[in-house]
């Protein structure tokens, strides 16, 4: 009964590759994100999506494109891997776009080789 | 939104409170003060957040200085699994533009 669930939790491929990072909440709510964590730890907001719209896109290649068909899903899809995408991604989900209690994925760690 | 200062590292005693502190000199009169905290390999996981009063929950509890330019999150028996690193985030309570920083590595020792 996770919460907030991501798939897969780890990913090995070779630059240049296509992959996707799906990603599922079961709590009824109605934002969901997507952020990035770097080597350095630092964790980066990519996405916002609000009942299955885009609100929040901060300035990320569009080489990563989220994709929500409804709203208790988020995928992330991302073409032509880089190297520098190598991070681990978190998917979270809040109860509406104003509220700021996120509740969080496990995380996709996802190595480019 | 405002900026916090949080030191890189503690410790903390198993079974005493740990007290962690958070500067946020510029905050403004409708940011509110949110804690998260991140144990290793896992998701961020909210603790609490409050406006300008003391606030308690099952976690924590969250002390706001009267000016609100800093405040301390009390974890009041620390155990091995509060381990983790601790981010304290000021926000509106409109948007939801998380960035978080490099919050206070906590580590309780037995």
């Known amino acids: 009964d996770t919460a907030v669930s991501q798939t897969p939790k780890y990913l090995v491929t070779q630059m240049g590759n296509d992959k996707s990072i799906k990603c599922e909440q079961n709590?009824?709510?109605?934002?969901m994100y997507w952020y990035k964590q770097d080597s350095k730890k630092f964790l980066k907001i990519m996405f916002s999506?609000?009942?299955?719209?885009?609100?929040i896109n901060e300035t990320v290649p569009n080489r990563f494109s989220p994709k929500s068909p409804d709203k208790a899903h988020l995928n992330l899809h991302i073409n032509s891997l880089e190297l520098g995408d190598s991070a681990v991604y978190f998917c979270?989900?809040?109860?509406?776009?104003?509220?700021?209690?996120?509740?969080f994925g496990a995380g996709s760690r996802l190595t480019v080789l | 939104d405002a900026k916090t200062t949080q030191p890189p590292s503690m410790d903390c005693a198993e079974g005493r409170a740990a007290n962690l502190p958070c500067n946020h000199s510029?905050?403004?009169?409708?940011?509110?003060v949110y804690w998260y905290r991140q144990i290793h390999s896992q998701g961020p996981q909210y603790i609490i957040h409050?406006?300008?009063n003391n606030e308690t929950n099952e976690m924590a509890s969250l002390i706001i200085t009267e000016d609100r330019k800093s405040s301390t999150l009390i974890l009041p028996h620390a155990t091995l699994r509060d381990t983790a690193v601790y981010y304290c985030i000021v926000l509106r309570n409109t948007g939801n533009q998380f960035y978080f920083g490099t919050g206070t590595s906590l580590t309780v020792i037995p």
């Open positions: 510029t905050i403004s009169g409708n940011e509110y």
């Open positions: 979270a989900s809040s109860q509406d776009v104003g509220a700021n209690v996120l509740t």
């Open positions: 409050g406006l300008k």
């Open positions: 999506y609000n009942n299955k719209e885009l609100i």
């Open positions: 709590l009824g709510h109605d934002t």
